[in-house]
């Protein structure tokens, strides 16, 4: 008789991760999870102790997965490294609409969400190539935050189709726009 197939974490991690990129995070359950992966699900209960684990794992696959969407695009060099940043955020939403949903559109019941390592990088960019305060560039990446949020919602969404030569000088715009009221605001 054959050995059995060892299904591993790193598999059903995977084949619910792509299982949420083809039909949402509604869609994450043991049965269809173990369906794609041609298994019953005690191979996934084996390995998780609950379906909030294994949605634990998933979402963190899908944001390793969005860094590298971050790095790539800063790795392209058409824009500046800030730039880059949130060109690729939106061109997430856009590429991966179910993934994006997943770690930006849910709904997080009032939680406080700590600073990603992201989060802190841009702000040191803008108090990097602007010389604001620390306060200041944290609340200008806020604003550009919320509006790049907005774009990439609309794209997430098939709400609105956008070129990107349109998206890229509707950041710019914003981006001088806010960044002429801080320094101002700073006397630069």
Known sequence: MPPKVKITKNDIIGAALELVRAEGADALNARRIAMSLGCSTQPI???FSSMEELDDAVTKAAHEHYLGFLKKEAEKGEFSPYKSFGMAYMRFAKEEKELFKLLFMCDRGGKAIPPTADFEASVQMITDSCGLSREKATLMHLEMWVAVHGIG????????????????????????????????????
């Open 153 to 188: 919602t609309m794209l997430a969404t098939s709400f609105l189709e956008l070129d990107w030569d349109v998206i890229s000088t509707i950041t710019t715009d914003i981006y001088q726009g806010v960044r002429a009221r801080h320094m101002s605001e700073e006397g630069k």
């Open 45 to 47: 209960f084996s390995n």
